[in-house]
């Protein structure tokens, strides 16, 4: 792994919270780390690809980027965007005595109205 590339990675690693692309690049400014916006898209890709972080698409909002590899689902305001982490213990184990086969991975992903939203009274941007 390149010097860059292992710095990208500690950025994502090291917040408190899941990373769009943008703000990776923003850290990195911060952090005086000389890299261009593409290739952030590029070093994050390839993170992802190489199973060291995660990467979550969600239509309408920017790519997240999450340092958490173990099992685990995601909570998506559909008023913000904002992204937090679910965990639901018997979810694999559940799957996995339905389809009656191991399961290697899964993706679960919530639409809600975050609490902060639901206080501003806020309505979701995409209709359910």
Known sequence: MTSLNKQILDLVRNSM???SAEEVFFLAKEKDIKVSLASVYRILGKLAAEGYIR???NPG???MFDK?????????CSCCGSVEDIF???LQSDLEKLVEHP?????LTVSYVCPACFEKGSEP???F
């Open 17 to 19: 919270k899941h990373l």
């Open 55 to 57: 990467q979550l698409s």
């Open 61 to 63: 909002n920017p790519d």
């Open 68 to 76: 958490n590899l173990t099992p685990h689902g995601h909570l998506i």
């Open 88 to 90: 639901v213990s018997s």
């Open 103 to 107: 399961i290697s991975s899964y993706q």
């Open 125 to 127: 941007d995409v209709a």
